[in-house]
């Protein structure tokens, strides 16, 4: 079954759509900068001195108050919005597994920021950066970016989130939205990384995705070999009741270090199971107001 | 200690494939996590009870094999020697006499006397034994000894209830018997009597060694009827006479109101005030030729039902019909008939055509009776008959010479035919010297002369019964005498069969013998006034039957569906020491239980074992699920 079938396009269309009447820009494209220049929508006026362009005199303001004012409008400028995809093999896992989830909630933030016209970029990574989409603009390329999305696959031995965004970072582009699509089980800690697009002026976002079976492991009781999907090392254990609420504390207190984490930066952060339908997830992130902006 | 199974010692085999298991190592379940990292750090902590973790799979192998031992121990039924030194015979002897269903504790004593014995049944350690026997009519041995605790409470509790007397001494003499071993060691020999000590050898028991009374029963207050028979009247041949006896056992006055009935008709209703301990009696006399069913009762609800009822059967009585055959006639032959209430009297001078014998109407099971006077007719028709003073011989005797003056010296006393009847003062100058043929049987010579001359003789031939009085009864004194009636009616009932007797009402408990009729032919049921149904040996004339322990009317039928019965037994409480509710001083007050022995602890060792056994088991089960071990 492909991943990005026909249904999942109907489903982009319509929260394009649904993001436009909604939001009216207030999602990702369409952020106005402070910059006054040669924009469409008014600003404000100004007192005309001498050189000013005559086009952009008010002339009825002249005839009625007999004053020489200039109008004066706002610049548009597109936004660009970086989507940084987890690409390890821990994303590998779950029913329905995570990867194809994150790929899909990818494609979906792309669609809606090409939609608003704003230019969006793709990096898939794993213990480093392992793929990129380049930066482009307009509909027309979703195709394109589906593509690129359904030939990544899942590799990796560790996941290394600083790594990734030390050569993000250091690349010759334009500052912007950063939003990483990960499960953010780095083993050395998602802070690291993340803190580094902060400090280059990135704006990040995070959208953490988990599987219910990582939150509330069951059928783990008695003597079991343990073996991470990622880093293929095993472990014999034998897990009790009281082992399996520990993980769920630990567990859960790793998700609420993320929450924290996000609250403490001003980031936005969005955790999700996968359980939840992707465009579920999208509008719930369309209903949080200032999650993407 | 020592086994009592040690063939059970090879279960313990089974360790070595246990062993086996556990030094196998077990492919562990492989489970994919997305990362190890929450996983590690819950284990990582856990690294200073790394040695434990060791310990934890042997601690495992060690419950399963303490599992496994206290299994195999069990098996083998161990056992130490001072339990069998120890062990007790105890005998349960339970009264399930009459007084037993006295009510005055609910729901009777024989309820509570089986509830107290179940608990000393649960108070029985692993080595005793016990047996049970009920002490009521004949003391019976319910259950034999035996240690299986369910299968003496499943005796006891079926422990019938009856009306009969109480056994207690014989109950106990019989214990003794029964748990006395070979060499008579009474050591930890146990008797336990469960009593209301309403019985006459009470205070024997209570010397007995060994002996434990244990009391069931309030002292209460009863009316009881101790004695009701019926009998035909002796001169009356429709009356009859009832002796009853109602005694009040209680310690205060009671008014009650005695009622007796024949067949459901009121016949004698009296009222009673009875002071404490008082007995009433009396003897009633009442008339009725149909006979029947005699009941009598008290109108009082008390503890005991059984004794406030009584019944007794009396005889029906039959017309007879009587031909008087008297060429002279003879007044005093004739009145005396005539006086009888039971005799149609018809009276000819010459005997009737041996073609038509005489018979009484269509009834033709009933014969009629022939008198001759002087003449007989040869042969002699068949068919009963009262031959008196014949003037000539017949088929059966030959007339000879008269004997003057004859003294009575024999007289056979036993017979029913002399009941009440003298006739050695009797005058009597004359009379037939008889000389009987080999056609007359083996006669009955029921009085006869000095010289050996046959006064009154019987003969029972199969064609009728013949009675000859040889005398002259127009000279002498003997139709004058009341021995003469009585005679007459006594040859009348002996024509008549045994329809006549007296059939006593029988005390419960009773054992009686009684004649079947037609043995060979038939199967005959006792069927008891509770519903009850015994088989009566089949092919014999006469048998026992007994013990009757219940009240009312026992019925002999033959084994047939709608049979009417061949013979009924009316059987009563007529026991004063049952009727008697109130406990002697020496009977232990209820609520004097006795000691309840081991209960759980006197369980045998085995039985300790699989207890731990399975504590074990619930042990590793909550261990397992919490995966404390593996």
Redesign the interface.
């Known amino acids: 079954m492909p991943l990005f079938d026909s249904d999942f396009l109907k489903k982009l269309e319509y929260l394009s759509l649904v993001s436009k009447r909604l939001f009216r820009g207030t999602l990702l494209a369409q952020r106005r900068t402070m910059q006054l220049g040669g924009g469409i929508e008014f600003a404000d006026h100004r007192d005309y001195t001498p050189g000013d362009d005559f086009r952009y005199l008010d002339w009825n303001l002249y005839a009625r108050h007999d004053e020489l004012l200039l109008k004066r409008f706002q610049e548009e400028e597109d936004l660009h919005v970086y989507l940084l995809l987890d690409c390890s093999r821990s994303m590998n896992f779950g029913v329905p597994c995570k990867f194809n989830f994150a790929r899909q909630v990818t494609a979906a933030l792309a669609y809606i920021a090409l939609a608003d016209l704003d230019r969006i970029a793709v990096v898939a990574f794993a213990e480093d950066i392992i793929a990129d989409f380049p930066l482009t603009r307009g509909k027309g390329r979703i195709l394109a970016l589906l593509s690129f999305l359904e030939n990544l696959q899942p590799q990796g031995a560790d996941t290394n989130l600083a790594r990734v965004a030390g050569g993000f970072v250091h690349r010759n582009q334009r500052r912007g939205l950063a939003i990483v699509v990960s499960d953010l089980y780095d083993p050395g800690g998602f802070e690291r990384g993340l803190d580094l697009l902060r400090h280059h002026r990135y704006e990040p976002h995070i959208v953490q995705i988990y599987d219910r079976r990582e939150a509330d492991p069951t059928n783990m009781l008695g003597d079991l070999e343990l073996y991470d999907i990622e880093t293929m090392q095993g472990r014999k254990v034998t897990i009790t009741e009281k082992n399996l609420r520990q993980y769920r504390k630990l567990f859960e207190a790793f998700e609420q270090s993320v929450q924290r984490y996000g609250n403490q930066y001003g980031i936005g952060c969005t955790r999700t199971s996968t359980e939840i339908p992707f465009d579920e997830l999208i509008l719930k992130m369309m209903r949080a107001a200032g999650a993407v902006r | 200690m020592n086994f009592a199974n040690p063939m059970g010692l090879i279960w313990a085999s089974l360790a070595i494939p246990i062993v086996i298991f556990y030094i196998l190592k077990?492919r562990?379940?492989?489970?994919?996590?997305?990362?190890?990292?929450?996983?590690?750090?819950?284990?990582e902590e856990k690294k200073p009870r790394s040695l434990w973790?060791r310990l934890?799979h042997l601690l495992s192998l060690l419950i399963q094999l303490t599992f496994l031992a206290l299994l195999v121990g069990a098996l083998t039924q161990p056992f130490f020697s001072w339990e069998i030194d120890a062990a007790r015979r105890v005998v349960l002897v339970i009264d399930n006499s009459a007084s037993m269903n006295a009510t005055d504790v609910e729901p009777s004593r024989l309820a509570r006397a089986k509830e107290l014995g179940q608990r000393i049944i649960d108070g029985l350690r692993a080595r005793d034994d016990m047996a049970i026997i009920a002490a009521g009519t004949q003391p019976q041995v319910i259950c034999g000894l035996t240690g299986h605790q369910r299968t003496l409470h499943e005796h006891l509790t079926a422990v019938p209830a009856s009306d009969g007397p109480t056994r207690l001494a014989e109950s106990v003499a019989l214990a003794g018997r029964l748990v006395n071993d070979d060499k008579g060691e009474p050591k930890h020999v146990q008797v336990i009597v469960l009593t209301d000590g309403c019985a006459k050898d009470f205070a024997e028991i209570t010397k007995m060694d060994h002996v434990q009374i244990v009391g069931v029963g309030r002292r209460t207050g009863n009316v009881g009827i101790t004695a009701f028979q019926a009998r035909r009247s002796l001169l009356d041949p429709i009356g009859y006479e009832i002796l009853t006896e109602v005694v009040n056992y209680s310690d205060e006055q009671v008014e009650c109101r005695f009622e007796i009935d024949l067949n459901g008709d009121v016949i004698e209703v009296v009222p009673l005030k009875l002071a404490a301990n008082e007995k009433w009696s009396k003897v009633l006399e009442k008339t009725s030729a149909s006979g029947g069913l005699l009941t009598a009762r008290i109108n009082r609800d008390d503890a005991l039902v059984a004794d406030n009822r009584a019944v007794a059967l009396l005889p029906h009585r039959e017309y007879q019909p009587v031909l008087l055959v008297s060429a002279t006639g003879d007044l005093f032959l004739e009145k005396v008939l005539e006086a009888h209430a039971l005799v149609q009297l018809s009276v000819v001078r010459k005997p009737p055509a041996p073609s038509s014998p005489p018979r009484n109407g269509g009834d033709k099971g009933k014969d009629t009776i022939t008198v001759y006077h002087h003449q007989v007719p040869n042969p002699l028709p068949p068919g009963p008959a009262l031959v008196i003073d014949p003037d000539n011989g017949c088929d059966l005797w030959q007339v000879g010479d008269k004997v003057q003056n004859p003294l009575v010296t024999k007289q056979d006393h036993d017979s029913p035919l002399m009941a009440h009847i003298r006739l050695d003062n009797v005058l009597m100058p004359e009379a037939r010297q008889l000389t009987f043929t080999p056609a007359a049987g083996k006669p009955h010579v029921l009085a006869a002369a000095l010289t050996g001359e046959p006064l009154l003789v019987a003969l029972d031939r199969p064609e009728g019964k013949v009675l000859i009085l040889t005398v002259n009864l127009d000279k002498g004194d003997l139709p004058l005498r009341t021995a003469f009636p009585i005679l007459v009616t006594n040859t009348l009932a002996w024509f008549a069969g045994g329809r006549g007797e007296l059939r006593e009402a029988l005390a419960a408990g009773s054992i009686t013998e009684v004649m079947l009729p037609q043995p060979s032919a038939r199967q005959y049921l006792l069927h008891g006034p509770d519903g009850q149904i015994r088989k009566l040996p089949p092919g014999v004339a006469r048998t026992t039957i007994g013990p009757l322990d219940q009240c009312g009317v026992w019925s002999i039928v033959v084994a047939a569906p709608g049979a009417d019965p061949v013979q009924e037994i009316a059987c009563n409480l007529a026991n004063r020491e049952e009727s008697d509710l109130r406990p002697p001083e020496a009977l232990p007050s209820l609520g004097e239980e006795p000691a309840r022995a081991m209960g759980f602890a006197g369980r045998p060792i085995w039985f300790y074992l699989l207890v731990a056994a399975w504590l074990l088991a619930g042990l590793e089960w909550y261990l397992y699920?919490?995966?404390?071990i593996?």
């Open positions: 077990i562990l379940r492989r489970v994919p996590v997305s990362t190890i990292l929450f996983w590690r750090q819950i284990f973790q934890r699920q919490r995966r404390w593996s």
